[in-house]
Nanobody, 124 residues
């Protein structure tokens, strides 16, 4: 099994910064991509940022220029540096990973895993 452990959430004032981290552990062959989604109350979960094992990044338009996603492949960890935070950034942030693992028959399987979420609250 694979577990994603998130940390770094909290309460900040508008204009402040916060860094989230997510570490994957377990039966991992390789992680093809990791990313962050967020879900505000009453809204659907949306992609915030993602990064592939090759370093290719993708951002939601609403966070471009403010958020930076990075990864440490050796540690199976992804980070989200959030700057110039706005009240509309308030949400539960979920880590996501596309993980390749070994099957019982020694094959490979790619599965999506999710963290439990970490609350980010931006006050004005």
């Amino acid at each position: 099994q694979v577990q994603l452990v998130e940390s770094g959430g909290g309460l900040v004032q508008a204009g402040g910064s916060l860094t989230l981290s997510c570490a994957a552990s377990g039966s991992i062959v390789i992680i093809n991509a990791m990313g962050w989604y967020r879900q505000a109350p009453g809204k659907q979960r949306e992609l915030v940022a993602s990064i592939s094992s090759r370093g290719l990044t993708n951002y939601a338009d609403s966070v471009k220029g403010r958020f930076t996603v990075s990864s440490d492949n050796a540690k199976n960890t992804v980070y989200l540096q959030m700057n110039s935070l706005k009240p509309e950034d308030t949400a539960v942030y979920y880590c996501n990973a596309a993980v390749v693992s070994r099957t019982a028959s020694n094959g490979q399987r790619t599965s999506l895993y999710w963290g439990q979420g970490t609350q980010v609250t931006v006050s004005s």
